[in-house]
């Protein structure tokens, strides 16, 4: 089964603490890992794409790395303003519901000053 | 203004009611996707359409129903609304360009309350 889980499912840090999310999926065919932060009660907002093994994007205190089986979510000193909600999502593979993303459930991070 | 609006935002209705949420986008996207969001189950497809005239059922469409009025406007229906229904629903748009899968970008949400 087409799956994707995410861990931790809760991760508080103090400010200026790193830390990693982790991403793992277990679609065939990969055509795309995508990286969302999602504040309480408003829409996800778009952070990263990442489209093969090896590749890596930066944004700020964010950096997201991708492997054949999984992702990771890098953050570095983070501030408070970055608690949030941090969902991954991949397509389905080809021959199926085109045009669908499998989320996975999010990981609740949250920065104490 | 916002690339992805959604109307209304908030909204308290009744069992049995037709109830129709509406979305819009300015991006020039073809596709277009309408999620609901549920406490400790995630982001669930509802109803997607990849052009005007193409319009796929999602995972939990029982109880939806959707209209690609124009390729900015996708609406949301939901002919007899029930208390389960009760949820933060999502708009979302996507680009087919460029021959890889692209990212979708996501409207503000409707909190709907099914009383």
């Known amino acids: 089964e087409d799956q994707v889980t995410q861990s931790p499912e809760a991760l508080r840090l103090q400010e200026g603490e790193s830390s990693s999310l982790n991403c793992s999926y277990t679609?065939?065919?990969?055509?795309?890992l995508f990286w969302y932060r999602q504040d309480p009660g408003k829409g996800p907002e778009f952070l990263f794409t990442l489209y093969s093994a090896g590749e890596e994007k930066e944004k700020e205190r964010l950096k997201a790395t991708l492997t054949k089986k999984e992702s990771f979510l890098h953050i570095t000193a983070p501030k408070p303003e970055d608690s949030a909600t941090y969902l991954c999502?991949?397509?389905?593979?080809?021959?199926?519901?085109?045009?669908?993303?499998?989320f996975g459930k999010g990981t609740k991070l949250s920065v104490k000053p | 203004d916002a690339d992805v609006t959604q109307t209304p935002r908030n909204r308290i209705t009744k069992t049995g009611k037709r109830i129709m949420l509406e979305c819009s986008q300015t991006k020039g996207h073809d596709r277009m996707y309408w999620y609901r969001q549920d406490p400790g189950l995630g982001l669930r497809l509802i109803y997607y359409?990849?052009?005007?005239?193409?319009?796929n059922k999602g995972e939990i469409s029982d109880g939806y129903s959707v209209s690609r009025q124009a390729q900015a406007k996708f609406s949301l229906s939901l002919e007899s609304a029930i208390p389960n229904q009760t949820a933060l629903y999502f708009c979302?748009?996507?680009?087919?360009?460029?021959?890889?899968?692209?990212?979708?970008?996501f409207g503000p949400g409707t909190r709907l309350t099914v009383l």
């Open positions: 679609v065939s065919g990969l055509r795309g």
């Open positions: 979302a748009t996507s680009d087919s360009s460029g021959g890889n899968y692209n990212e979708q970008f």
């Open positions: 999502a991949v397509p389905r593979p080809l021959g199926g519901s085109q045009g669908n993303l499998i």
């Open positions: 359409s990849f052009d005007v005239k193409d319009i």
